[in-house]
């Protein structure tokens, strides 16, 4: 994870090397999904463990039944109003496809969901990276974020 560099919500490069030995949860998030209620979720696992090196990056993706048409701009403010999330939400990515982020290349290539597919299916799916950098699991979008509270837990030893 940490050779990666991503684009911060404002365009400017955010290299990921400043997470070392910090447990990450990467998911793709949408404004206008079912799944969207999950930013409380998200918000209040990154409260709980922010303070042990915890975090989570949000990458928005309008690959899903174009569910976030927004500006990162707008998506910034629709996050921060709706849900009141204070962990970062990035650059709108593409996820899959010819110009799949290279991060997230890289997370569908270490941990391949059901069957063995690389592809996301959907928003909201999640990754979690262990303080090695290294992914220790794929989740599912419909996998809850307080589902997820054990294995961040043993991810923060």
């Known amino acids: 994870m940490y050779s990666f560099k991503v684009k911060a919500a404002d365009g400017s490069e955010m290299p990921l090397d400043s997470y070392q030995g910090k447990p990450v949860l990467v998911v793709n998030v949408a404004s206008k999904c079912g799944y969207t209620p999950q930013y409380q979720g998200l918000e209040e696992l990154y409260e709980k463990f922010k303070d042990q090196g915890f975090t989570i990056l949000g990458f928005p993706c309008n690959q899903f039944g ?20 204070t962990f970062p939400v990035l650059n709108k990515v593409d996820v899959n496809g010819s110009n799949t982020d290279p991060f997230y290349k890289w997370l569908k290539e270490s941990a391949p969901g059901f069957l063995g597919t690389e592809m996301i299916k959907w928003n909201f799916t999640k990754f ?9 699991k794929r989740y599912a979008p419909q996998v809850e974020p307080k589902e997820i509270l054990e294995d961040i837990q043993k991810a923060l030893g």
């Open 66 to 85: 174009a569910q976030e048409p927004g500006t990162n701009s707008e998506i910034q403010q629709f996050c921060s109003l709706n849900y009141g999330v």
């Open 128 to 136: 979690l990276i262990g303080k090695d950098g290294k992914v220790i």
